[in-house]
């Protein structure tokens, strides 16, 4: 089977992570080129301020090496009401610098603020009922979610996909649904993710079947199930068991990539798949992995 689906890399993959670690990752000038030889179309932006931050000089930069640009990760503490005006700006912002580089077609890619609430990153990927939200906490956390998603769209045009992510308040398959179904459909789409999808105990092709109407952007992330028993046997924190490796290179953990590419295909999915790899600052040789997972998409049709 040979597929028509776009892929991208995104910097998260060459260690340009949204959170506060040590180590310092790649520059965005060799971020591109190598994504750009490793066989890649797209990418994400990253970080705000890691890319050019004016239109016409990202433009240039992508244009440069022939990459376009999807969308933008922008973490909000969506639990506390406190926090939604100050994410709202943001990603305006955002929205704005996607829309006047790359057009309306970008995304806004919404998630918690993942890795700040020091039990659900403790047990990434081992997510109790009772470490969740409480029902109000919820209506919070949604209506924080409407908002922003709504600023977004009508300021800019662009539309918002939330990103579910282990070490964040929307990890588990029950807490998916939960986020699906407090959110204005015609405002926010779902990111599937399929490494945070099954480290957070759950199936990306279920996650498939069940929102394909609101499955907007994809993201394509191995799982390693033997790193994750290693984190819950010596209760590793979600940091170290990504440091572990427990986001493999495509091909090598338990994600059925073929099987999700032709439910993707038979949902009628046509946007990007966007490969991600997360790493900590200065591990591995992401270079290499970018191109061992670009050959393992084409080995697939992909």
């Known amino acids: 089977m040979t597929y028509t689906f776009r892929v991208a890399n995104a910097p998260c993959s060459w260690g340009v992570l949204e959170f ?3 180590g310092e990752a790649a520059g965005y000038e060799q971020v591109l080129d190598e994504i750009a030889e490793t066989g890649y179309a797209g990418t994400e932006l990253g970080d705000w301020g ?14 440069r090496r022939g990459l376009a640009l999807l969308a933008a990760f922008v973490p909000v503490a969506l639990s506390q009401a406190d926090q939604h005006a100050a994410g709202e700006e943001v990603a305006v912002r955002t929205a ?8 309306p ?10 890795g700040k609430v020091p039990l659900r990153t403790q047990n990434a990927g081992r997510i109790t009922p009772e470490m969740g939200l409480s029902d109000a906490q919820w209506q919070v956390f949604a209506e924080g979610a409407n908002r922003i998603a709504r600023a977004v ?3 800019t045009g662009l539309r918002t996909v939330f990103h579910h992510h282990c070490a964040g308040y929307v990890e588990t398959p029950a807490e998916i649904d939960r986020l699906m179904a407090l959110t204005d459909p015609s405002l926010i789409g779902l990111v599937c993710d399929t490494g945070h999808a099954m480290f957070g105990g759950g199936d990306p092709l279920e ?5 394909p109407d609101r499955i907007w952007h994809v993201h394509f992330k191995d799982f390693d199930p033997a790193v994750a028993e290693r984190a819950k046997a010596e209760n590793w ?4 068991a990504v440091r572990h490796g427990v986001f493999c290179e495509l091909g090598k953990g338990a994600v059925d990539f ?9 949902i009628g999915y046509n946007g990007w798949i966007v490969v991600e790899q997360d790493v900590l600052p200065s591990m591995g040789q992401p270079k290499e992995s970018a191109r061992r997972n670009r050959e393992y998409l084409r080995s697939i049709g992909i």
């Open 237 to 240: 924190d979600y940091f170290d």
């Open 96 to 103: 704005r610098l996607l829309a006047d580089t790359a057009g």
């Open 258 to 266: 073929p099987a999700v590419a032709a439910e993707m295909a038979k």
């Open 50 to 63: 890691f890319m050019p931050t004016d239109p016409a000089t990202l433009r240039a930069e992508l244009d």
């Open 20 to 22: 506060d670690l040590e």
């Open 207 to 211: 996650l498939l079947r069940r929102y």
């Open 105 to 114: 077609e970008c995304f806004i890619v919404l998630a918690d603020d993942n």
């Open 153 to 155: 769209k009508e300021q």
